[in-house]
C-alpha cells in the first residue's frame, strides 16, 4: 500500500505556512461542557464561532443549568455575507463520542452539488460518488467499509435517511431526501459509544440539520457543470449537468413556521462499467476476427481484453419538500416534514468496441461463454490478432429506473419542564413505486428479440419510532444529568422480478419464481444514560441499550424462511478529564449490528451480476473503544483520536468475478478487528489573517483476526480455495487525509483549495488483487478541488453569490471498481431576498 503523495505534503506545508483555522463548534470540534449528557439543550455558537476554546468551555461549565424559558440560543450562520440566516443547533447529547461538525458557510465553500458531497473533507470518512447524482453514494465510516452500508447511520431533523431496507451497493442513504442548500449543519459522531443510537452506529452517525426561517424569505440557485472524460477505447465525451433550487420560507405571528423547497438535479455519467474478458485468452485459430478491443491486465494481473462499456447514465430527480414549525412554547416546537421525491436514470447507449472485417458491430455470439461453464476450455467466439476471447451479448443491453418515494415525519423537541426536556419523532418512509428494467440485447444488435427482466420493488417502507427524556440536574443535584428512551423500528419488503417480453414496453412476462422476496424485521430498544461529575473536570458517563429484535415473514427465493428472535444488551462506559486547554476521554462501547432485511431475504439477479441473500445470518458483535486527545488554540484546536474495534461474526459480502459476471453472497465471518489513529487540526484566522486551514489524517489497518476458508474459482476457472484469516479487509484503505484552505481576499471574495487522499485498498476479499488504476480496481487516489465566490448586494435588497469552481483540478485518473470523475467545471449563481 501506498504512503502519503508528496503532492499533499507540499499543500500541507504551504498551508501551513500561513496558519490554519478552526471554530469552536465547527468541523472538528466537539461542544464541551458539562451539560452534554442531555439532549434538547440549546447552543450559542456566536462565541462558538468567535471565541476561544477554553472561555467557551468555561462559560459551559456553569453547573450544568439549563436556560430558562425564553433564553433558548440561536445559531447565527451566513449564506451571504450580507444576509443572516438563523436555525436553532441543538447541544450534543452524545459527548461520549468523538464528534466533528461542517457548517452553512464551510458547505459554500465547497464543490457540493448534492448532500453527500458536503461530508467528504470528514475525517476518517469516504464516500463512493460516481458522478453527480449517483444513486449509490455509499457511506463509510472508520472501520465500516462503504459495502457495510448497515454500520453507519444518517438522519435529517431526526428522521432516518440510511437505508436498511438494502445492503451493498445499493444499501446508499437516501441523501437526495434533503437539499444540500436546506443544510444548517452536519455532525458526524463516530462509533458506539452512546447509548441512544443502535449497533448500527459501529461506524459512525451523520446527523444532519437543516434551516428553518425567521422571517420571509425567497432563495435560488443554479449551477451547471461539465466534465471532458476519457479513458479506454471509444468512451471519450463530454459529460453535463445541472441543478436548479428554489425555497420560501416564512414565520407567521410568531408560532407558525412554514418552508418550502423544490431541488431538481438532472446529470449525465461518463461510464461506469466496462465489459471484460478475463477468463482466459487463447492464441488458437478461429472465432470472428475483430478490431477495437483494448489489451490489459484485470486487478489480478490476467491478460485480458475490453471489448466495451455499459455507456453514460443520465438521471433526473426531481425534490418537492415542505416543512412546518409550531412554537407551543417558545421553548417547545413541532415540526411536520413532508418530501416526494420523483428520480429516474436511463442508461441507454452502452458502448462496443469491436467492429467486423465488414466494419459492422460484432455483438457476440451463441458459442458458450468461458464463465458459463465449469472449467475455461472454450477458446471464445471473436479473435483480436489471433487471440481468441468471449464476448457476452447480453452485457450490451439497455437498462433504466423509475423511482417514487415519501417521505414524512412529525418531530416535538424542547423544555417540558424547567428541568426536563423531550426529543421525539415519528418518521414514514415508503417507496410508492420503484422498478428496473434490463435488456438482454442491445437496441441495435440485429438479433435483438426484445427480452430482458424487471425487478419491482412493489413494497419498500420503514417505520421509526424515537423518545428521549433528559435532565441535566437530576433530582434537583447539578452533578448528576441524565437521558433515556425508547426506539422502535419495523422494515418491510416485498420483491418480484419478471421476465420482459418487450423491453421497450416494459411488457411483463413470467414471474422469476426464483426471485420472490419478501420479509420484515422490527425492533424494539430501550435506554439509559447517565453523566456524573464527581470532581473538578473529571466525569464519568455509564448507559446501556436493550434491545427485541426479530425478523419474520420471510421468503428468499421463493422459499419461506422461519421467524426469528434475538435479544441484545449492549453496555457504555465513558471516563473524561479536560484540565485548562487540554481535554482527555476514553469511551468504551459494546455494540450488537442485526442483519438488515436486504441481508436476509434479497436476492437478485441481473445478466452481469448475482445477490445472494442469507436468511441465517447472526448479529454482528463488537467491541469498541476510543481514546481522545485534544489541546485547544486560539480560533482552533489539534486533537489525536486513537480506536480499536474488534467485531465477532461480522456480515460480510464475499464477491467472485468471472468476466462480466460477479455473483456475491453474505455471511458471517469469525472476527475483524481494526486498529486506527486519526489527527484533526483546525484553526482561522491564523495569526490574525484571513486564512483559515483544516488538516485532518487518519491511519487504519483493518484484517480479519478468525475467518473461514472460502471456496472460489479463479475467472480463468482454476479453483482458488483461500482463508479469509490474516486477510486485510476489502476497500479499506491504511490511509486518508484531507486539507482546505481557504483565502478571504475581502469580506465578499473567497478562494479555496483543498485536497483529498485515500491510498489505495483491495477488493478481493484474498487479497490477490494488486494491480492499479485499472477497472476493477481500489485505487489511490489524490484529487484537488478549487473554489471561489464572489457576492454582491443590489440596491434593491438583492443579494448574489457567483461561483467558480474545478473538482478533481490535477485530473487524477483513479477507481472505485468504476472510474472516478475526471476534472469537472462547476458555475453557480444563487440569489436570496
Not at 268 to 287: A, E, K, M, R
Not at 594 to 601: H, K, N, S, T
Not at 790 to 810: C, E, H, M, W
Amino acid at each position: 500500500m501506498k504512503q502519503f503523495p508528496l503532492a499533499l505534503i507540499g499543500l500541507l506545508c504551504a498551508a501551513s505556512s500561513y496558519a490554519a483555522q478552526g471554530e469552536d463548534g465547527s468541523p472538528g470540534k466537539q461542544i464541551p461542557g458539562e451539560n452534554r449528557g442531555y439532549a434538547g439543550e440549546q447552543l450559542t455558537t456566536q462565541a462558538a464561532k468567535s471565541g476561544n476554546d477554553a472561555s467557551a468551555d468555561n462559560a459551559d461549565k456553569e453547573k450544568g443549568k439549563k436556560k430558562k424559558a425564553g433564553e433558548t440560543a440561536v445559531q447565527t450562520g451566513t449564506v451571504f455575507r450580507e444576509m443572516v440566516v438563523t436555525g436553532e443547533i441543538e447541544r450534543d447529547s452524545h459527548f461520549t463520542s468523538p464528534s466533528t461538525r461542517v457548517t452553512r458557510a464551510q458547505v459554500e465553500q465547497q464543490n457540493a452539488q448534492t448532500t453527500e458531497e458536503v461530508l467528504k473533507y470528514m475525517p476518517s470518512l469516504q464516500i463512493r460518488q460516481r458522478y453527480v447524482g449517483d444513486p449509490n453514494g455509499m457511506l463509510g465510516i472508520r472501520g465500516a467499509d462503504m459495502f457495510s452500508t448497515a454500520r453507519s447511520m444518517v438522519y435529517a431533523d431526526g428522521l432516518p435517511l440510511h437505508n436498511f431496507l438494502q445492503a451493498s451497493f445499493n444499501g446508499a442513504p437516501r441523501w437526495s431526501l434533503v437539499g444540500p442548500n436546506e443544510i444548517d449543519s452536519v455532525d458526524v459522531i463516530y462509533g458506539p459509544f452512546s447509548a441512544e443510537y443502535s449497533g448500527n452506529s459501529m461506524g459512525g452517525v451523520a446527523n444532519i440539520r437543516t434551516r428553518m426561517p425567521h422571517k420571509q424569505e425567497f432563495y435560488f440557485e443554479g449551477s451547471v457543470f461539465i466534465q471532458p472524460y476519457e479513458n479506454y477505447g471509444e468512451d471519450k465525451g463530454t459529460f453535463i449537468g445541472d441543478r436548479q433550487y428554489f425555497s420560501y420560507g416564512n414565520r407567521i405571528q410568531d408560532k407558525f413556521t412554514v418552508f418550502l423547497a423544490y431541488n431538481r438535479l438532472e446529470a449525465q455519467s461518463h461510464p461506469q462499467s466496462y465489459f471484460i474478458d478475463n477468463t482466459g485468452l487463447f492464441n488458437v485459430p478461429g472465432g470472428t476476427p475483430v478490431t477495437g478491443g483494448i489489451r490489459t491486465p484485470d486487478t489480478r494481473g490476467t491478460p485480458s481484453i475490453i471489448y466495451g462499456d455499459t455507456g453514460p447514465e443520465k438521471v433526473n430527480t426531481h425534490l418537492f419538500k415542505g416543512k412546518f414549525g409550531y412554537d407551543i412554547t417558545p421553548d417547545l416546537q413541532a415540526l411536520f416534514t413532508v418530501a416526494y421525491e420523483e428520480r429516474t436514470r436511463n442508461q441507454n447507449h452502452p458502448g462496443n468496441y469491436l467492429y467486423t472485417a465488414s466494419g459492422d458491430y460484432f455483438w457476440g455470439g451463441n458459442a458458450p461463454a468461458c464463465n458459463s461453464v465449469a472449467t475455461c476450455s472454450t477458446p471464445g467466439n471473436a479473435s483480436l490478432d489471433g487471440t481468441r476471447f468471449d464476448v457476452v451479448r447480453s452485457g450490451f443491453g439497455d437498462s433504466r429506473d423509475k423511482r417514487e418515494t415519501l417521505n414524512l415525519g412529525l418531530s416535538l423537541r424542547g423544555a417540558l419542564t424547567p428541568n426536563w426536556d423531550v426529543d421525539t419523532t415519528f418518521s414514514y418512509f415508503d417507496v410508492l413505486k420503484d422498478i428496473r428494467a434490463t435488456a438482454f440485447f442491445n437496441h441495435a444488435d440485429p438479433g435483438n428479440t426484445g427480452a430482458g427482466q424487471l425487478q419491482d420493488f412493489r413494497k419498500f417502507n420503514w417505520w421509526n419510532y424515537d423518545l428521549k427524556l433528559s435532565t441535566p440536574m437530576l433530582l434537583g443535584y447539578d452533578k448528576l444529568s441524565f437521558l433515556a428512551g425508547y426506539h422502535f423500528d419495523q422494515y418491510n419488503l416485498s420483491f418480484r422480478q419478471y421476465s420482459l417480453t418487450d423491453y421497450d414496453d416494459l411488457t411483463r412476462g413470467a414471474l422469476q419464481a426464483n426471485r420472490n422476496n419478501d420479509g420484515r424485521t422490527s425492533t424494539h430498544a430501550i435506554f439509559a444514560q447517565s453523566m456524573f461529575r464527581f470532581l473538578p473536570d473529571w466525569d464519568i458517563t455509564a448507559g446501556v441499550r436493550q434491545e427485541w429484535w426479530e425478523a419474520s415473514r420471510g421468503v428468499a427465493s421463493n422459499v419461506a424462511v422461519p421467524d426469528r428472535t434475538e435479544t441484545a444488551t449492549s453496555p457504555k462506559v465513558s471516563l473524561g478529564y479536560e484540565p485548562g486547554q487540554w481535554k482527555f476521554r476514553y469511551s468504551f462501547g459494546r455494540a450488537h449490528r442485526f442483519p438488515v432485511i436486504a441481508e436476509l431475504f434479497q436476492s437478485l439477479g441481473t445478466p452481469t451480476s448475482i445477490l445472494v441473500a442469507n436468511a441465517m445470518l447472526k448479529p454482528e458483535n463488537g467491541v469498541h473503544h476510543n481514546f481522545m486527545m485534544e489541546y485547544g488554540l486560539p480560533k482552533g484546536y489539534v486533537r489525536v483520536n486513537v480506536f480499536r474495534d474488534d467485531i465477532k461474526d461480522a456480515i460480510r459480502q464475499i464477491t467472485s468475478a468471472s468476466g462480466v459476471l460477479t455473483t456475491s453472497a453474505f455471511q458471517n465471518i469469525g472476527e475483524v478487528g481494526t486498529t486506527g489513529v486519526e489527527l484533526i487540526f483546525e484553526q482561522r484566522n491564523i495569526l490574525g489573517s484571513r486564512f483559515d486551514f483544516m488538516f485532518n489524517g487518519t491511519w487504519m489497518n483493518s484484517k480479519v483476526e478468525d475467518g473461514p476458508v472460502v471456496r472460489v474459482t479463479e475467472s480463468t476457472g482454476v479453483p482458488a480455495n483461500y482463508s479469509l484469516t490474516g486477510k486485510q479487509v476489502i476497500r479499506l484503505p491504511h490511509w486518508r487525509a484531507n486539507v482546505f484552505g481557504t483565502y478571504h481576499v475581502t469580506d465578499a471574495w473567497d478562494v479555496s483549495l483543498s485536497g483529498r487522499y485515500t491510498s489505495d485498498s483491495y477488493n478481493d476479499p484474498d487479497n490477490r488483487d494488486y494491480v492499479n488504476k485499472v477497472f476493477g480496481a481500489q485505487s489511490d487516489f489524490f484529487f484537488m478541488d478549487f473554489k471561489t465566490s464572489y457576492r454582491y448586494r443590489f440596491n434593491n435588497g438583492l443579494k448574489s453569490r457567483f461561483s467558480f469552481g474545478i473538482s478533481n483540478l490535477n485530473n487524477n485518473r483513479a477507481w472505485v471498481y468504476h472510474p472516478y470523475p475526471q476534472r469537472t467545471y462547476l458555475l453557480e449563481a444563487a440569489f436570496s431576498y
